[in-house]
RNA sequence: GUGGGCGUAGCGUAGAGGUUAACGCGUCAGGUUGUGGCCCUGAAGAUCGAGGGUUCGAUCCCCUCCGUCCACCCCA
């Protein structure tokens, strides 16, 4: 469990930095973020949905069992420990086998169904970062649990298309897939299978591997070996039962009801365990890089009962808000500081505070962001950190003011002149003026 | 987990086996008496990612580690 410790000059040679595949969000990026909970507050809420918050971590088997003990996710990514208990618990890896936890834990089988469920959250992943792939990502995650209808399918596609587009994200478009159910994809698999074991010598050893562990994936390989052998291999959407083939075309006419541009993937593999049926992913239309998929979910009617509860149907999607972030940028999305303050009052009140204090006490009581400026700074130095705070307004109180009980308000962004006015007088003044721009 | 590129002040970059490592942005201070944005001047700020090796000498060459980026794998 314990690897040995590398020694301390190893890990941080000369300073701390965060670890490997993390990363600070600094204050200049905070208005994306901003951004990005708005907005999934506002489309979840457009949907119906509330939301829910798991813990960070959770019993390892909640994973083991949820996502599928052969996955990379767990298999290899998880990050998995004992607490000073017995318990061996994982961080979040992935979001819906908490929240299906959550869902019988608590019963909400009683609940009016489907239950419509939202969380954004913290994921963990050992895994080698790249660009838009890190240890520690941030997920946006919606769940709808209880309905085998295609319609719900059509809307939590729904969801992350509004939310893009709210966002400014351009040029992405929907990857929409089946996997079929249990039955009927085992005899897929078989019948792939066949298709390929006269040619296995020719494979590339990725997709030997594949052959034994995930036959699917088969379909899915960027080898140029393999790509020959593709075109001519039977295609699981062209090989759908009944049911699931009706299915898939009922969400298609819903997407397409809705405006929503999608392709159909008939490789669309994904890698977890649970997913039956209805498979997607958005991707940039125009980024052809690896890490390009922004969000992407399926239907996992069987995965309730894998967890040990009554058979429910369910379906959602995870979308990570690092990737969504990266690709509003890349669509030209700019967002600037901003303005930390109204106000920002100049003063020289090395001695007596008191005045100052009060009076950025007074704007702030009537709703003013005010910032105070350092004390034996020059009036210079003052008014540029005013400018560079973005406040509308500077107030000066020097001396002559301090002996007068009046502060001099000089407007930083228009062309009202200097004007000197009490002190008492400023907050409602300045809260009038603040308004009106 | 596999293969490869990169790592010089807070940020973006230049540089060369050999005296005090350069530039832009940013920061701080000034440009006379208490007034920002533009401009000008100056200052601070870099054990040249870390450790080890080769060499008379390494920031530059070699090895290891750390970080990052790209591809694979996988995924959001």
New binding site residues.
Partial sequence: MHPPS?TT???M??RF???????DVLPQMQPYWDAVLKAVEAVTALHGFRRIDTPVFEYAEVFEKGSGDT???VE??MYTFYDRGEERLALTP?ATPAVCRAYLEHGMASWPQPVRLYTTKA?F?Y?????????Q?T?FDCEVIGSPDPLVDAEVIAILWRLYAMLGIKNVVVRLGSLDDPGPRQAYIERLKDYYLPHLADLSD?SRR?FDR?PL?LL????ERDQALKDGAPKLVESLSPEAAAHHKTVQEALKAAGISYEIDPLL????DYYNRTVF?IVPVDD??????????GRYDGLMEILGGPPTPGIG????I??IILEMRRSGVEMGPGAVADVYIVHRAEGDAGPVFRLAASLRDAGLAAVVGESG?????Q??????SGAAF?V??????LVAGSA?V????GEAP?QSVGIDALASLLAERVRRN
Wanted: net charge positive; charged share 40%.
């Fill in positions: 590398r000059a190893s890990i040679p000369t930095q965060a670890p490997r595949g993390t990363q996955t990379d996710v290899k990514e992935e994921m992943r895994d080698r970062p790249q660009r838009g792939r890190y240890r990502h997920q990725d594949r995930n994936r899915d390989s960027k080898d593999v994904r890698g977890l992913e052809e890089r690896a890490q390009g998929t922004i969000g992407a979910g999607f995870g979308s990570g690092e990737r700074r020059s009036f210079k130095a008014l540029r950190a005013a400018d560079a500077a000066i109180i020097g001396d002559d003011e001099v000089k407007d930083l962004r200097q």
